[in-house]
């Protein structure tokens, strides 16, 4: 047992060691990301302060087709309250692509179990396919270029970001068609396509080719765990997803984006996503569970462990308490992970079913 006057020594010397390593180069523990996404309306100067005040480092700026001005005056904003700049682009869910090009959207085939949702929704005719409106994953051979070209138009003139966060580069959401909208693994799982699938490394290309854009900023793609085992009675209605193709796939489409990124964002909206249930334990207990199935799920699927600090948490903060921030960031803290970002703006995730005349959209 130390002396006080040994612990005192003792600790300056841990002092002297650590300005030691400092003035000669060695790296320091990185700083994990606190950050908080934002819409241009929400990032006012007296809100920046008052999350730096709280303790965040960054803000991420969510960036839209058509807005322009605001946001770069919002980014000016971010860049002088001291916190660090990111954008967060929506890539998938696209309405005004959805609507001008029915043909790219994402379809409902296989599994109709999403129906149970839509009962309404009249039985398919000959040539007829049901789309997953409003998705339009880059997944495609077609679609790949043309979000591409709107990443490029959205950072246009704006502040050069210390990062950039690309969220749903997946397929859509009930890819299967079993109705979860964590099952994301496929854009067609049926044998009417409308346009062509891209290999299985086209989300990490992607974030290749927005990395030349920007060489210089952290490009995080933001990936959504899948389905669980015991959704097979629950959010899958019976489907086999979770010991079928959903992870399996999951993990081929995940292993090339692990060794291109960085680091990788996870989507974690607990409420959002139906995942406040008991038996995760306490509030927000999925959090955790979710991030530790990025290292534990792959090696049963043919892939290698993602390691929890290679995650950042993306967590939901509209539609809920400050204690359930609270509980958020401790279960991603408690996981390992190597930060987080807590959304004050939705990130909507919803989908409904739209027929389409297949020969008509493949024209």
């Known amino acids: 047992m130390f002396h006080r006057s040994s612990k005192s020594a003792f600790a300056g010397l841990l002092v002297l060691a650590f300005l030691s390593s400092a003035v000669n180069g060695a790296p320091a523990t ?12 929400q990032a006012s100067s007296e809100r920046l302060r008052n999350l730096k005040r709280d303790g965040y480092n960054a803000a991420a700026l969510n960036l ?40 790219w959207m994402a379809s409902l085939q ?23 409106y409003p998705w339009v994953p880059m997944l495609y051979q077609e679609t790949f270029p043309v979000h591409l070209e709107r990443v490029k138009q959205l950072l246009a003139d704006q502040p050069t970001p210390t990062g950039i966060f690309l969220n749903d580069l997946q397929g859509a959401p009930s890819a299967c068609g079993c109705g979860h909208p964590l099952c994301r693994w496929t854009t067609d799982y049926g044998p009417i396509k409308t346009a062509t699938r891209l290999p299985n490394d086209a989300a990490a290309r992607f974030v290749a080719s927005v990395k030349k854009l920007l060489p210089k ?15 097979l009675d629950g959010l899958c209605a019976g489907v086999g997803c979770f010991k079928g193709t959903c992870w399996r796939e999951f993990t081929t489409q995940l292993m090339p984006l692990a060794r291109a990124a960085e680091s990788i964002g996870a989507l974690l909206p607990y409420r ?18 979710a991030l530790n199935s990025f290292s534990e799920m792959p090696p049963k699927r043919n892939g290698t462990a993602v390691p929890e600090n290679h995650l950042i948490a993306v967590l939901q903060g509209w539609d ?30 919803s989908w409904e079913p739209r027929i389409v005349n297949a020969n008509a959209a493949a024209q």
């Open 110 to 132: 296989g599994h109709p179990e999403w129906r149970r949702f839509f009962p309404k929704l009249p039985a398919t005719k000959t040539n007829e396919v049901v789309k997953n």
């Open 320 to 349: 809920v308490t400050p204690e359930q921030i609270s509980a958020q960031v401790a279960r991603s803290q408690e996981a390992g992970a190597a930060g987080y970002v807590v959304s004050l703006m939705k990130i909507d995730q």
């Open 217 to 231: 900023a952290k490009i995080v793609p933001v990936w959504t765990p899948e389905c669980e085992e015991h959704d």
């Open 64 to 103: 839209v087709d058509g807005s322009g001005q605001p946001e770069e005056e919002a980014a000016r904003r971010i860049e002088k309250s001291g916190l660090d700049l990111y954008y967060w682009i929506e890539i998938a869910r696209n309405p005004t692509l959805a609507d001008a090009h029915p043909e």
């Open 272 to 289: 959002e996503f139906q995942r406040d249930l008991p038996l995760y334990g306490p509030t927000a207990g999925w959090i955790k569970h």
């Open 30 to 41: 990185p700083t994990k990301l606190k950050a908080v996404l934002i819409s241009a309306a």
